[in-house]
């Protein structure tokens, strides 16, 4: 058995109010964290990229579908791979009901990956 301190309900108590007090402290820290993080400056993007995608090729600002807001996935699938990564393949198979809730909220969700399309198109119909 390992070694475990052990008390009375009182003694957890004060502990786990101890605890509280940590984690409420941990919370305000890392809110505070993300504020500087949304605050950072950003740069422009001067690249002209362009996607292959299952309508044809796109550019960056048409993958954002009319909507303000573009979050990416990358699904692992290489160029030479013969199948997805199963834990991204498991993800990708249930993002089905969350795209509507998405879109709600002004994102376009995307998965991409460095395969050639026809390649990804052929493993998500399998």
């Known amino acids: 058995m390992t070694e475990h301190k052990i008390v009375d309900c009182q003694g957890w108590e004060a502990a786990r109010k101890a605890m509280l007090q940590r984690e409420k402290e941990h919370t305000r820290v890392a809110d505070e964290l993300a504020r500087q993080r949304r ?3 950003w740069v422009a993007v001067e690249k002209q990229y362009r ?3 299952d309508d044809g090729p796109a550019t960056l600002a048409e993958l954002f579908d009319g909507r303000s807001q573009l979050m ?4 692992m ?3 030479t791979y013969a199948a997805g990564c199963p834990v ?3 993800i990708a198979d249930s993002l089905g009901g969350l795209l509507p809730h998405l ?11 460095q395969a050639p399309l026809a ?8």
């Open 39 to 41: 605050a950072l400056p």
């Open 51 to 53: 996607f292959d995608t």
């Open 72 to 75: 990416f996935y990358h699904f």
């Open 77 to 79: 699938f290489g160029p």
């Open 88 to 90: 991204n393949s498991s």
């Open 103 to 113: 879109h709600a909220r002004d994102v376009t969700f995307l998965l991409v990956s």
């Open 119 to 126: 390649r990804l198109q052929a493993y998500r119909q399998r």
